[in-house]
């Protein structure tokens, strides 16, 4: 798809992996739409880029607010052509805590988040991108996902950060059949440890381990590498159905 006046759907856009995301899309001649829960964040980023930027607020987990950031999407834009599903949590917890069992609370926010809230915006925005005109290729859209190498590799603690991960990889295969025959291609990303808000929390000490961890380059994932897989899946109408480790050929170890 070339992105040029093209339109790109960004849920977690306003901070990390999807603010990469929005940049590069504009960058590339497109418009971005930010979808995120963090207001203040969201509306200054889309500011930084004029009328090439859309904040709207939505929760991606409830189909009102998706469907009116889609709509508030087409009344700004014009359409839909293209989107990027950033939006997540990593909160770790492990199945037995000094205190007992833990949360199934906990477990379940996170598989509705990453998992549902995913599913939630490919369903919907998968009917925009339908009914767009087909290109000289016939393609009408592109889904990009983001799931983790925790969905392969994943840690102690992170039964619920894995099987959300993990559910995004399974539904990609079968969801890019379904669209094909409508011209829109299903891709999934799976990063290793990226230099996002989820690690900028961490003491330096511990962010320096972590960047030992991967065998080259030996340090963080940039979200602006990210941002570039993105594009060229966007660009290369032969990716489809697949998830893409962009690790640095990092395997993870047990904790």
Do not use: W
Request: include cysteine; glycine fraction near 10%; aromatic fraction near 4%.
């Amino acid at each position: 798809m070339e992105l040029r006046n093209k339109t790109i759907f960004v849920t977690g856009g306003a901070s990390g992996l999807g603010a990469a995301c929005v940049e590069r899309m504009i960058q590339e001649g497109a418009n971005a739409i930010i979808v995120d829960l963090n207001t203040e964040t969201g509306i200054a980023l889309a500011q930084t880029y004029g009328d090439h930027a859309l904040f709207v607020k939505t929760d991606v987990t409830n189909e009102q607010d998706v469907q009116q950031a889609i709509q508030a999407s087409i009344e700004h834009f014009g359409n839909i052509h293209g989107v990027i599903n950033c939006a997540g949590i990593g909160t770790p917890n492990k199945v037995l805590t000094k205190n007992g069992p833990s949360s199934l609370e906990a477990f379940t926010r996170v598989i509705t988040i990453n998992l549902i809230g995913t599913f939630n915006v490919i369903r919907l925005t998968s009917a925009t991108l339908a009914a767009n005109t087909p290109a000289e290729n016939g393609e009408r859209g592109v889904i990009i996902n983001t799931a983790s190498i925790a969905a392969f590799d994943g840690q102690i603690g992170q039964a619920a950060y894995s099987a959300s991960k993990g559910g995004i990889v399974g539904m990609t295969l079968p969801i890019a059949r379904e669209l094909a025959r409508y011209g829109i291609r299903v891709m999934t990303i799976a990063p290793g440890i990226f230099d996002t808000p989820l690690l900028g929390s961490l003491p330096e000490p511990t962010r320096a381990s972590l960047s030992q961890q991967v065998p080259f380059p030996p340090r963080l994932g940039r979200p602006a590498e990210y941002a570039a897989l993105a594009t060229h899946i966007m660009e290369n109408e032969m990716l489809n159905g697949e998830i893409i480790r962009l690790d640095g050929a990092l395997r993870m170890g047990m904790r």
